[in-house]
């Protein structure tokens, strides 16, 4: 709900950050459940599917001149989850979405108190997950936030990552 009304006002600019590097998705993901089980082929198909049913929202990005991007924090060696998500991203990306990769190469935890999931909607309203606190994130909620105070903080968090962020291609291409 948060979500359909902070879209609805979207005017300009729309920024994830995701940082988990493992997620545990709703456990009727029959994709990821085929991923896991070696069935590349199927997970492949199911994931296009998925991907399909976002199209509305990439042709909305399209017609409306929205700066869309998603930002992913990557540490090395890559999960499990990690590997399952870029097969993700390379489909969605084929169908327009602008998905930027930072590698966190450090001996950082992700999330920490700086880099954790959220949404930007503009410069008016950030969406903020919470996963718990559990090595998998799982997602037990979230909160809407319009203070500015720290809307600016998360986006200069975005700006600060995005000036290292290749294109997925590209981190893709060096892997």
């Given at each position: ?9 979207l005017k300009s600019r729309f920024l994830k950050l995701e940082c988990w590097q493992r997620y545990w998705e709703a ?149």
């Amino acid at each position: 709900m948060a979500f359909t009304s902070a879209w609805s006002q979207l005017k300009s600019r729309f920024l994830k950050l995701e940082c988990w590097q493992r997620y545990w998705e709703a456990e009727d993901n029959r994709s990821q459940a085929a991923y896991d089980r070696g069935d590349l082929d199927t997970a492949g198909d199911l994931l296009r599917a998925e991907a399909e049913a976002d199209r509305p929202l990439y042709q909305d990005v399209r017609t409306r001149g929205i700066e869309y991007a998603r930002v992913r924090l990557l540490q090395e060696p890559l999960t499990p989850y990690l590997k399952y998500e870029l097969l993700s991203y390379r489909i969605r990306v084929d169908l327009g979405e602008n998905i930027e990769v930072v590698r966190c190469n450090d001996a950082a935890h992700l999330p920490d108190e700086r880099h954790f999931d959220f949404l930007l909607f503009d410069q008016t309203t950030a969406l903020i997950h919470d996963y718990g606190t559990a090595e998998v994130g799982q997602q037990t909620g979230g909160w809407l936030t319009r203070d500015s105070e720290v809307i600016t903080r998360l986006e200069q968090t975005v700006a600060d990552l995005r000036q290292q962020a290749v294109p997925l291609h590209q981190y893709l291409a060096r892997t």
